[in-house]
T-cell receptor
Framework: AQKVTQAQTEISVVEKEDVTLDCVYE???????LFWYKQPPSGELVFLIR??????QNEISGRYSWNFQKSTSSFNFTITASQVVDSAVYFC????????FGKGTHLIIQP | SAVISQKPSRDICQRGTSLTIQCQVD?????MFWYRQQPGQSLTLIAT?????????ESGFVIDKFPISRPNLTFSTLTVSNMSPEDSSIYLC???????????FGSGTRLTVV
């Protein structure tokens, strides 16, 4: 069984600040995949990134970056220079066939 | 990336009745997944639907309550049976579309049971 912990229920920052969302993924599987999704107020799920368990290389895509450390089971997500449009619920998930999701972090970017 | 059409987008149903949700994908996929998102909560995997075999249900979900059909590689249905207000949720189907896009989700069916 997998367990995904997103300890931050809600984060509120002022626009242009950097913000990091934490995720801890626990599993006995040796091979697995980790994901981040964004769910804006409109409700759809937007895919952000997928990482393999054997790939600990950090990734940057525009204002988004991800840090995966297998030793600590952490898969954190950073938004640089946040914008109001980044306001959403962010879900971290993991698994091989079908996903187990964390409870989500509600990110509020204030103008 | 695959495109998923999910119907209906929303419905209000009487308790004790059943609702069938349809999920159509624009490409052939081996596995389709059904999730539930209760109000203000995260997503929970209900079951995995493989074409030509019985669906595999997660702990806490049973076939009598959530029967699933998978008649071909592009289509699946989820039925919510004998509904109660506790079944009021968003139900989403999902498919894995590859390493670039990961899992794609349908737009969801918002179910309210009264």
């Amino acid at each position: 069984a997998q367990k995904v912990t997103q300890a931050q229920t809600e984060i509120s920052v002022v626009e242009k600040e950097d913000v990091t969302l934490d995720c801890v993924y626990e599993t006995r599987d040796t091979t697995y995949y980790l994901f981040w999704y964004k769910q804006p107020p409109s409700g759809e799920l937007v895919f952000l990134i997928r990482r393999n368990s054997f790939d600990e290389q950090n990734e940057i895509s525009g204002r988004y970056s991800w840090n995966f450390q297998k030793s600590t089971s952490s898969f954190n997500f950073t938004i640089t220079a946040s914008q109001v449009v980044d306001s959403a619920v962010y879900f971290c998930g993991g698994g091989a066939d079908g996903l187990t999701f964390g409870k989500g972090t509600h990110l509020i970017i204030q103008p | 990336s695959a495109v998923i059409s999910q119907k209906p987008s929303r419905d209000i149903c009487q308790r004790g009745t059943s609702l069938t949700i349809q999920c159509q994908v624009d490409s052939q996929v081996t596995m389709m997944f059904w999730y539930r998102q209760q109000p203000g909560q995260s997503l929970t995997l209900i079951a995995t639907a493989n074409q030509g075999s019985e669906a595999t249900y997660e702990s806490g979900f049973v076939i009598d309550k959530f029967p699933i059909s998978r008649p071909n590689l592009t289509f699946s249905t989820l039925t919510v049976s004998n509904m109660s207000p506790e079944d009021s949720s968003i139900y989403l189907c999902s498919v894995f579309v590859g390493t670039t896009y990961g899992y794609t989700f349908g737009s969801g069916t918002r179910l309210t049971v009264v």
